[in-house]
């Protein structure tokens, strides 16, 4: 649901309100009771993923996975002999 800014021309009290889209703007004011509370027009706002499951690396660009790959370090040297690791696939 959206959020939408609001204003009383009377008091000046100021709230972001979150409303339904098929909602009817709020017209009085829940701090002096006047009906002169008006809904301000926003520049809109970004999509914005809340919550886990959702990383900045999710959406990456193909050249820019590949650019990531030649950074990587590899697995095992070509040089079997050089690997560290005990269970290195090059030693076999």
Same mark, same amino acid.
């Given at each position: 649901? $959206?959020?939408?800014?609001? +204003?009383? !021309?009377? /008091? ?7 409303? *339904?889209? &098929?909602?009817? =703007?709020? !017209? !009085?004011? =829940? @701090? /002096? %009771? *006047? ?5 301000? +027009?926003? #520049?809109?706002? #970004?999509?914005?993923? @809340?919550? &886990? ?6 959406? !990456? &660009?193909?050249?820019? @996975? %590949?650019?990531? #790959? @030649?950074?990587? $370090? &590899? #697995? /095992? $040297?070509?040089?079997?002999? %050089? ?5 290195? =696939?090059? %030693?076999?």
């Amino acid at each position: 649901m $959206p959020c939408y800014d609001y +204003i009383c !021309r009377a /008091c000046g009290h100021q709230a972001e309100v979150t409303q *339904k889209m &098929s909602d009817e =703007p709020l !017209r !009085r004011c =829940p @701090k /002096c %009771k *006047k009906a002169r509370y008006e809904r301000l +027009i926003g #520049a809109g706002a #970004a999509l914005i993923f @809340k919550g &886990s499951g959702f990383y900045g690396t999710d959406y !990456r &660009s193909d050249s820019w @996975k %590949k650019d990531a #790959a @030649k950074d990587a $370090p &590899s #697995a /095992c $040297p070509s040089d079997a002999s %050089k690997c560290a690791k005990t269970d290195c =696939p090059s %030693k076999d």
